[in-house]
């Protein structure tokens, strides 16, 4: 009591400081976004991040080039042009008239000095492993209007990557990542109140079409039942990553957010390094039923890592239906053959990785089981699920069949192979030779050309690799208030790009 | 009183002890925070780089001397997450427990007094067992579960509350204290009605009535100086219940305190402020331990004659 009282006394109301709640009152001025985390920080050459990139990109900073993301175009953005002038190098024509929201003019200098910092510098930006692997660039400003990148082999796709490289003034840090950062988008930060929210205001200096909303401001909840309260109650215009429960209220709409999820087969380890058994698990996944009754139907069953509109992936490709008796014979025949199709299958699922995750993780393990394979579920946190996802694999752990949630925003399946497919692939626990060379041969190629040559290996891996059982292509849900008018697409759960909110016509605030 | 002191300051502070030196050792077999900080392809140089200007190279017992040796000189190292420093996340995030835990023990103790001693001073009357009643499904029902209701009833059905959040008026307390307060609330209910029915039976309270005491003198004036030994004790541990466990209450609503702070810690392999939030944790519950017991002593001159010198 004495406590209590002290404590009351002592610290008066400093949590209750401030009028209009975390996320403000709705003035029709300020956009007003619940996130479901804080972003750990701003920093842009981290906007690869989904937590940061939502918050970062298209908004705070900017691109040299944009990736539409529903006709997987390239649109200008801080460069005007761009073209492959040498087999190893392009050259970008840097928009005039851009300054950066200190004031500073942005010219190819900075342009130069952004990639330079995000690719080649010692400050390890998830930018550059997810985007540029190992590879240096060489940049150079030849004035202030024009830049070339010189990559260290022939790269068709260097503008798609460069797309993810946020340009900031030549004044930032090269020794440490910066907290809170300064780019020549539509909106500044203007403060961050640790644990409760980011306010952004409008940048009057923005070079393009000015933001309808004076100020944005976001907020976090990971509770999704309380995100979507939100809106229901009129405290945000925007909640990301809803429950599917909440799928048919008019305030939300689904979107195809680029994520694929599978089961990796670890194919080092017996009963799964016998392709017939990868290929009963194949076989033996009710897609439908799990879309169905655990996604909440906001999801399509898959064949393959990457979704429709991503660079090599092919309509040709069906999700395969269920089929146990084909499955209970190929556990059998490999049984026969000496596979010990009895040891104990551990199948790891990371929690929070979707919307009925553990339920699916279960029907999977029933599904399993029911060809007569032995699994165990472990459902795990993050930082445990990424040891069994990327190399060096943990030792002496069994076989794992893991389950993962790619998610593809550049657009290009040559992202996806390199990291899931290679032999040697971060993310990949075998491959053959042969994928190997046609992933290679794949990623010198451009236009149709490269479209088809990566249908193609992704089509092999089903037919000789097996690495991956397919599950599903999501969707994500967004909840959206009657006051706003705003169209998700592919790239919403990565970069909600502010200026393309419009308030709804006649809509009240 | 002093032997007394000192006797509990000795025994309190070996778990205090044991508390900070488990979770460092706990926290470093839990993995490598590398895997999460640094990209995919992050060349084994740049690993090696992060892990040695971190101290993960080091080996467990010289990080434990180092984190030690840092600490006593209130150096609680960096964030990984955000890369600001662990002290200052952890100092900016406990005000904000404490004040949900002060203001949700506060209301507890007050109400449930209230409540407990009619329900006492009418043994099997219809208060007492609608009191019964409703203090055993408050001490029964689930935090989450409570607290979600809460949200979609009083926030979006009623419209009378928020259903998150830090920053506005009073109303922002109501849905996160009341979902902290059911559980001591219903504890303390049955606790105080048991101590006060003991002692509104015993001869003094007696000997009270027949001398025409009001029935509020003989509860608040003889019965309940008497009853309120065993409600301190159980009002401390629910205290440092409340300061350990805000987590999903901060998680629900928002609120950036010290539990959500340490959760997150520990899903990030933030070993610095994970580290920093349980010292400081663990040495307010030492202090609130001592306090209890000390208030303990002060009502109850039989506890520190039971101390040997």
């Known amino acids: 009591m004495l406590l209590a009282g002290a404590v009351l006394m002592s610290s008066g109301c400093a949590v209750a400081n401030s009028a209009g709640g975390d996320t403000g009152r709705a003035d029709g001025r300020t956009l007003r976004v619940v996130l479901t985390q804080e972003p750990p920080t701003l920093e842009p050459c981290e906007a690869s991040l989904t937590g940061t990139g939502v918050v970062v990109r298209s908004n705070i900073t900017e691109p040299l080039v944009e990736r539409d993301p529903t006709s997987g175009e390239l649109n200008p953005l801080l460069a005007t042009t761009w073209k492959q002038t040498a087999p190893r190098t392009w050259t970008f024509d840097i928009r005039s008239g851009v300054t950066f929201q200190n004031g500073a003019p942005f010219t190819a200098k900075d342009a130069a000095f952004s990639i330079d910092r995000a690719v080649n510098s010692d400050l390890a930006c998830n930018v550059e492993g997810y985007v540029f692997g190992n590879d240096d660039l060489e940049v150079e400003a030849v004035n202030d209007g024009r830049l070339t990148v010189t990559t260290e082999k022939p790269d068709p796709i260097l503008p798609l990557r460069l797309s993810f490289v946020e340009i900031v003034p030549r004044t930032t840090d090269t020794e440490a990542k910066v907290r809170v950062p300064v780019g020549t988008g539509p909106y500044a930060v203007r403060s961050w109140q640790a644990g409760a929210a980011i306010s952004l205001d409008r940048f009057d200096g923005y070079w393009g079409e000015a933001p309808a909303f004076a100020r944005a401001r976001y907020v976090w909840r990971s509770d999704a039942s309380v995100r979507a309260a939100m809106i229901d109650k009129g405290e945000a215009e925007i909640a990301v990553a809803l429950d599917p429960m909440e799928a048919e209220k008019d305030t939300t709409v689904a979107y195809p957010n680029n994520e694929t999820t599978a089961l990796r087969l670890d194919g080092r380890e017996p009963p799964l390094d016998d392709i017939r058994v990868r290929r009963a698990i194949d076989s033996a996944v009710d897609r439908d039923g799990i879309v169905d009754a655990l996604l909440g139907g906001l999801a399509e069953p898959a064949g393959q890592l990457v979704p429709p509109g991503v660079v090599g992936h092919s309509d040709g490709i069906e999700a395969p239906r269920q089929d146990v008796a084909e499955a209970r014979a190929l556990v059998r025949e490999a049984e026969a053959d000496g596979v010990p199709t009895d040891r104990q299958i551990t199948l790891v699922a990371r929690n929070g990785m979707f919307s009925g995750v553990s339920e699916t993780a279960e029907a999977l393990q029933y599904q399993m089981r029911q060809i007569g394979l032995n699994v165990r579920v472990r459902m795990a946190d993050t930082a445990t699920h990424l040891q069994y996802q990327l190399r060096p694999l943990p030792e002496d752990v069994g076989p794992v069949a893991l389950l993962i949630m790619h998610g593809n925003q550049a657009g290009d399946a040559a992202f996806t192979t390199s990291q899931y497919l290679l032999s040697d692939g971060p993310q990949s626990t075998f491959g053959t030779e042969t994928l190997d060379r046609r992933i290679a041969e794949a990623g010198a190629l451009s236009g149709h050309e490269r479209q088809q040559a990566f249908a193609g290996l992704l089509a092999e891996q089903n037919e000789s690799v097996v690495q991956y059982a397919h599950l599903a292509h999501m969707n994500g849900l967004l909840g959206l208030s009657p006051s706003i008018r705003y169209e998700p697409d592919s790239a919403t759960g990565d970069e909600l790009r502010l200026t393309e909110v419009r308030p709804a016509e006649g809509a009240k605030h | ?309």
């Open chain 2, 1 to 309: 009183m002093i032997p007394f002191l000192r006797k509990r300051v000795i025994s309190s502070a070996v778990p205090l002890v044991c508390v900070v030196l488990g979770v460092f050792f706990l926290a470093r077999m839990t993995g490598d925070p590398v895997d999460l900080y640094l990209p995919l392809s992050a060349t084994a140089e740049q690993r090696a780089e992060f892990s040695a200007a971190q101290g993960f190279d080091l080996s467990v017992p010289e990080q434990l001397w180092n984190y030690l040796v840092n600490a006593a000189h209130l150096d609680f190292g960096t964030s990984l997450r955000t890369g600001q420093s662990a002290g200052s996340m952890v100092i900016d995030a406990f005000p904000v427990t404490l004040q949900l835990a002060g203001v949700t023990m506060l209301l507890a103790i007050t109400g449930a007094v209230l409540v407990g001693s009619l329900a006492a001073y009418r043994p099997n009357s219809l208060i007492d067992r609608v009191a019964s009643l409703l203090s055993m499904t408050a001490a029964s029902i689930p935090d989450f579960w409570f607290a979600i209701m809460g949200v979609l009833v009083f926030g979006v059905g009623l419209g009378l509350l928020p259903t998150s959040g830090t920053l506005g008026g009073p109303e922002i307390w109501v849905l996160p204290v009341a979902t902290l307060l059911i559980r001591p609330f219903g504890v303390l209910v049955q606790v105080v009605r048991g101590s006060m029915v003991t002692a509104l039976s015993a001869p003094y309270v007696k000997i009270a009535r027949s001398k025409g005491a009001t029935p509020r003198r003989v509860v608040f004036g003889h019965a309940l100086r008497n009853a309120v030994t065993p409600v301190l004790t159980v009002a401390g541990d629910l205290t440092v219940g409340l300061v350990n466990g805000a987590v999903i209450v901060e998680t629900i609503f928002g609120w950036p305190g010290i539990g959500k702070l340490m959760i997150d810690s520990i899903l990030q392999r933030d070993f610095a402020v994970l580290q920093a939030a349980v010292l400081l944790t663990a040495v307010t519950i030492f202090a609130l331990n001592i306090l209890v017991d000390v208030c303990h002593a002060l009502t109850d001159p039989r506890v520190r004659q039971a101390v040997p010198a």
